[in-house]
């Protein structure tokens, strides 16, 4: 709407939002990866990479 507003032009704000919306795909993207990489390079040092204690406690309830 502010985009509209400032220019007077459905295009040129439709263009704008889809630009914004690339943008954002894009830096979460990043962010994503950068984060899963970062985990594995942690992983990858650390000398008991592998957890001994399962994630869940189920208290003997089946799913």
């Known amino acids: ?3 509209y507003i400032a220019t007077g032009s459905f295009w040129v704000a439709l263009g704008w939002t ?3 919306l690339v943008v954002l795909q894009v830096g979460y ?3 994503v990866v950068g984060l899963i990489y970062r985990r594995a390079q942690n992983v990858a040092m650390s000398p008991d990479a592998v957890n001994p204690v399962p994630p869940l406690h189920r208290d003997g309830v089946r799913f």
């Open 18 to 20: 889809v630009v914004v």
């Open 29 to 31: 993207f990043v962010l």
């Open 1 to 3: 709407m502010w985009t």
